[in-house]
């Protein structure tokens, strides 16, 4: 016989007055969460109660029903009411939607509580964001969905730039194949095909992670904090049409702008506009450049002007200041510190008085007629001009012909192109690009894994960068510079074959390096070297020979070693250069016996190319080597076991992963390292850089980012896992 089937029977709805209504003790939920009562309470009054009550009636001792009902499911919902009542925008007995359980029924009141909250489905995101485009295209503005929604309008903005990624991403997020955070980085760039193309080309990758996403969408873009965007000004680019890639889910430096062509146009037309308002002043050359390379003004002379008086305005500003500066000091004399506030005003009114008393300096008209200026950028974006120099062909002349063709000067000089010259104005612009070697990106095909050879221009610029540290430390090192000069003088008299070769120029000739990184002008080393040249050109009477030397006389012996020093570290040449086996230029064996002498003045001054600030990056080295160069630096900083980690990624994610993990480790390629350090190494079996075992690979490796995700957290994890 066939068993019948149960009919559901639905409990009857009914609206009861509030008063009527308790609270069960039946409830579950003891604990708030999500939305507050009082949001849900505004949300109540302004579109009304969008989900009945459930209700059991209250029986009295007897069984009988005693007219009450209790909620043992909608308690938030009835709370939220009870606001509503107390602050007299909903009547007592207004009739509330019920669901009424029958009293008897065999499923408990805390049954109803537990299943209403456990069986109801949470919104995805992505149909929230929908739903927010909805109100939107339906006439809602962001603050309207704000308010309706108790967010922000910055949230409901970021909701809808999610719900505007590509509807082909939007499907993989539904299907759980994306997750939120990769969504978000997709929003930076609202190009749906390009947004498709990053995913279709990370996909399969390792590394998909957001910052990874938002690289490549941002890849042909340049940064708002670049230089050359400041200088510009964003406001500007904008108005000349250039556009703007924001990212609403992290700070972003003010976003990217996107046509970075129309920003080099801006820059060069703004330099240039610069530049001509600086040739009204009579200035024979100006040249203009966005990067000028370490030693730009080497071979030319520097006038020596007079700093501009203050005006009776500026005069009045800088005592004002002065006067603030010292009464703050007076005040808050003999405490340890100075509150945040006080010691944040002084540093406001220190920049102030450094502004006004940076003085321009006035030159002589006749000097002016016969020198020119250097037209840049700062670092930080602002105008940087540099007036005052002489180039040496522009030097008055009493007894050279003219016609001669005489040369001006001996030994190297800076080749800067002057431009064309109309009406005294310079418009020759040159605006180079730094930091790119040729042939030094090698292609993954052409890549067969074989050690090569580091590229020559590479060695030229490391080498830039040893010279200038070994510059460096001479100057500050008088018995080293002096047993130095010695070596040379000595080698000079007493050997009758030539001295070439010699890592010292002691003629001396300040030895320009024609190769170098974009870097190195703004390196450690660099501005150690300026400084100590900025504090001796200070008190050095030049352009007067009787009162320099009568200057110099009257050193103290510790005095004129730290001078001697000083300049003779401009002669220090430990460049690598090429061999030119015709006789111009040095030969092999001249190079050989340079780069062994400097080693002996690397070890005499104790140098340390760390210390020297050179890092191995992208840019300075990694991307210019082929990837078993790369290979070979993570191997010898960090161990075998983390090289065999990157020995699958194609070069420019090997390059930026190893940059990564060698950074603060301490290494260095051959050509920056010191030999006898080196030596040491392998005598005491550490080798070139002291690899880290296999053995504790685990515990000592710091592990790419893709990996390290997936790593047990405490010991016993770890060694369950091997």
Same mark, same amino acid.
């Given at each position: $016989?066939?068993?019948?089937?149960?009919?559901?029977?639905?409990?009857?709805?009914?609206?009861?007055?509030?008063?009527?209504?308790?609270?069960?003790?039946?409830?579950?939920?003891?604990?708030?969460?999500?939305?507050?009562?009082?949001?849900?309470?505004?949300?109540?009054?302004?579109?009304?109660?969008?989900?009945?009550?459930?209700?059991?009636?209250?029986?009295?001792?007897?069984?009988?029903?005693?007219?009450?009902?209790?909620?043992?499911?909608?308690?938030?919902?009835?709370?939220?009411?009870?606001?509503?009542?107390?602050?007299?925008?909903?009547?007592?007995?207004?009739?509330?939607?019920?669901?009424?359980?029958?009293?008897?029924?065999?499923?408990?009141?805390?049954?109803?509580?537990?299943?209403?909250?456990?069986?109801?489905?949470?919104?995805?995101?992505?149909?929230?964001?929908?739903?927010?485009?909805?109100?939107?295209?339906?006439?809602?503005?962001?603050?309207?969905?704000?308010?309706?929604?108790?967010?922000?309008?910055?949230?409901?903005?970021?909701?809808?730039?999610?719900?505007?990624?590509?509807?082909?991403?939007?499907?993989?997020?539904?299907?759980?194949? $994306?997750?939120?955070?990769?969504?978000?980085?997709?929003?930076?760039?609202?190009?749906?095909?390009?947004?498709?193309?990053?995913?279709?080309?990370?996909?399969?990758?390792?590394?998909?992670?957001?910052?990874?996403?938002?690289?490549?969408?941002?890849?042909?873009?340049?940064?708002?904090?670049?230089?050359?965007?400041?200088?510009?000004?964003?406001?500007?680019?904008?108005?000349?049409?250039?556009?703007?890639?924001?990212?609403?889910?992290?700070?972003?430096?003010?976003?990217?702008?996107?046509? *970075?062509?129309?920003?080099?146009?801006?820059?060069?037309?703004?330099?240039?506009?610069?530049?001509?308002?600086?040739?009204?002043?009579?200035?024979?050359?100006?040249?203009?450049?966005?990067?000028?390379?370490?030693?730009?003004?080497?071979?030319?002379?520097?006038?020596?002007?007079?700093?501009?008086? $203050?005006?009776?305005?500026?005069?009045?500003?800088?005592?004002?200041?002065?006067?603030?500066?010292?009464?703050?000091?007076?005040?808050?004399?003999?405490?340890?510190?100075?509150?945040?506030?006080?010691?944040?005003?002084?540093?406001?009114?220190?920049?102030?008085?450094?502004?006004?008393?940076?003085?321009?300096?006035?030159?002589?008209?006749?000097?002016?007629?016969?020198?020119?200026?250097?037209?840049?950028?700062?670092?930080?974006?602002?105008?940087?001009?540099?007036?005052?120099?002489?180039?040496?062909?522009?030097?008055?002349?009493?007894?050279?012909?003219?016609?001669?063709?005489?040369?001006?000067?001996?030994?190297?000089?800076?080749?800067?192109?002057?431009?064309?010259?109309?009406?005294?104005?310079?418009? #020759?612009?040159?605006?180079?690009?730094?930091?790119?070697?040729?042939?030094?990106?090698?292609?993954?095909?052409? =890549?067969?894994?074989?050690?090569?050879?580091?590229?020559?221009?590479?060695?030229?610029?490391?080498?830039?960068?040893?010279?200038?540290?070994?510059?460096?430390?001479?100057?500050?090192?008088?018995?080293?510079?002096?047993?130095?000069?010695?070596?040379?003088?000595?080698?000079?008299?007493?050997?009758?074959?030539?001295?070439?070769?010699?890592?010292?120029?002691?003629?001396?000739?300040?030895?320009?390096?024609?190769?170098?990184?974009?870097?190195?002008?703004?390196?450690?080393?660099?501005?150690?070297?300026?400084?100590?040249?900025?504090?001796?050109?200070?008190?050095?009477?030049?352009?007067?020979?009787?009162?320099?030397?009568?200057?110099?006389?009257?050193? =103290?012996?510790?005095?004129?070693?730290?001078?001697?020093?000083?300049?003779?570290?401009?002669?220090?040449?430990?460049?690598?250069?090429?061999?030119? *086996?015709?006789?111009?230029?040095?030969?092999?064996?001249?190079?050989?016996?340079?780069?062994?002498?400097?080693?002996?003045?690397?070890?005499?001054?104790?140098?340390?190319?760390?210390?020297?600030?050179?890092?191995?990056?992208?840019?300075?080295?990694?991307?210019?080597?082929?990837?078993?160069?790369?290979?070979?630096?993570?191997?010898?900083?960090?161990?075998?076991?983390?090289?065999?980690?990157? =020995?699958?990624?194609?070069?420019?994610?090997?390059?930026?992963?190893?940059?990564?993990?060698?950074? #603060?480790?301490?290494?260095?390629?051959?050509?920056?390292?010191?030999?006898?350090?080196?030596?040491?190494?392998?005598?005491?079996?550490? #080798?070139?850089?002291?690899?880290?075992? =296999?053995?504790?690979?685990?515990?000592?490796?710091?592990?790419?980012?893709?990996?390290?995700?997936?790593?047990?957290?405490?010991?016993?994890?770890?060694?369950?896992?091997?």
């Amino acid at each position: $016989m066939a068993k019948s089937t149960q009919k559901v029977t639905l409990s009857p709805s009914r609206d009861i007055p509030f008063d009527k209504l308790v609270l069960s003790q039946s409830n579950v939920r003891r604990i708030k969460a999500g939305i507050s009562v009082e949001e849900l309470a505004e949300d109540i009054a302004r579109r009304g109660l969008l989900q009945s009550l459930s209700v059991r009636p209250v029986l009295a001792d007897d069984g009988s029903e005693t007219g009450k009902f209790e909620i043992p499911a909608g308690g938030r919902r009835f709370q939220a009411l009870s606001i509503l009542v107390k602050q007299k925008r909903l009547a007592k007995t207004t009739p509330i939607p019920c669901i009424v359980r029958d009293a008897t029924s065999a499923i408990l009141a805390e049954d109803d509580s537990l299943a209403e909250n456990m069986q109801r489905a949470a919104l995805h995101p992505l149909d929230q964001f929908r739903a927010f485009v909805a109100l939107r295209e339906k006439g809602q503005d962001d603050e309207e969905i704000a308010a309706a929604f108790f967010v922000t309008p910055q949230v409901v903005k970021q909701r809808l730039k999610l719900a505007a990624v590509a509807p082909a991403l939007l499907d993989l997020y539904a299907e759980d194949q $994306m997750t939120l955070e990769q969504l978000m980085a997709f929003t930076v760039n609202p190009d749906h095909e390009r947004q498709v193309q990053v995913w279709d080309a990370i996909k399969s990758s390792w590394n998909k992670e957001p910052y990874q996403i938002r690289r490549m969408l941002t890849e042909t873009s340049v940064r708002a904090s670049d230089r050359r965007a400041v200088f510009v000004g964003v406001d500007a680019y904008e108005a000349a049409g250039g556009t703007m890639l924001h990212d609403l889910f992290q700070g972003d430096d003010g976003g990217w702008l996107e046509d *970075p062509a129309l920003l080099d146009r801006m820059v060069s037309e703004k330099l240039q506009a610069e530049a001509e308002a600086i040739a009204t002043e009579g200035w024979k050359w100006i040249e203009v450049s966005l990067d000028l390379p370490y030693g730009y003004s080497h071979g030319l002379r520097r006038l020596s002007g007079d700093p501009a008086p $203050m005006t009776d305005d500026e005069g009045a500003a800088h005592a004002k200041l002065l006067a603030e500066y010292r009464a703050l000091e007076e005040q808050y004399e003999g405490q340890d510190e100075f509150p945040e506030e006080i010691d944040a005003r002084l540093g406001e009114l220190e920049v102030a008085m450094e502004k006004l008393e940076a003085r321009p300096l006035i030159f002589d008209d006749e000097e002016i007629a016969r020198a020119g200026a250097f037209v840049t950028l700062d670092r930080y974006g602002e105008l940087a001009v540099y007036r005052g120099f002489v180039r040496p062909e522009d030097e008055p002349r009493e007894d050279a012909d003219v016609h001669s063709g005489e040369q001006a000067a001996d030994g190297q000089g800076v080749e800067l192109s002057a431009g064309s010259n109309v009406d005294g104005i310079g418009h #020759g612009t040159v605006i180079t690009s730094a930091g790119q070697a040729l042939g030094a990106n090698v292609p993954d095909d052409d =890549d067969d894994g074989a050690l090569k050879p580091l590229p020559e221009r590479l060695v030229m610029e490391l080498t830039a960068h040893r010279t200038l540290a070994l510059r460096e430390a001479v100057g500050r090192s008088p018995d080293v510079a002096l047993t130095l000069l010695l070596l040379k003088l000595v080698s000079d008299t007493f050997r009758t074959f030539s001295s070439a070769g010699s890592c010292l120029e002691a003629s001396v000739r300040h030895v320009y390096m024609s190769a170098q990184a974009s870097d190195l002008k703004d390196s450690v080393v660099a501005k150690l070297v300026d400084d100590r040249h900025a504090e001796w050109e200070a008190d050095l009477p030049l352009g007067d020979d009787a009162a320099l030397w009568d200057y110099l006389t009257s050193l =103290d012996q510790g005095s004129r070693l730290s001078l001697l020093a000083h300049c003779l570290s401009f002669g220090i040449n430990a460049l690598h250069e090429k061999v030119n *086996p015709y006789g111009a230029g040095i030969s092999a064996d001249g190079l050989t016996k340079r780069m062994t002498q400097s080693d002996l003045v690397a070890q005499a001054v104790e140098l340390d190319m760390v210390e020297a600030g050179w890092e191995p990056t992208v840019d300075t080295y990694l991307n210019r080597v082929p990837k078993a160069r790369i290979l070979e630096a993570v191997r010898e900083a960090k161990g075998e076991g983390t090289a065999q980690l990157l =020995d699958h990624l194609k070069k420019g994610e090997m390059a930026t992963e190893a940059e990564r993990l060698l950074k #603060g480790s301490g290494w260095l390629p051959e050509v920056l390292r010191r030999h006898d350090l080196a030596a040491l190494d392998e005598a005491e079996g550490r #080798g070139a850089s002291a690899p880290v075992s =296999d053995a504790g690979q685990t515990e000592d490796v710091d592990l790419p980012a893709f990996l390290t995700a997936d790593l047990p957290g405490d010991d016993a994890s770890m060694m369950a896992a091997e």
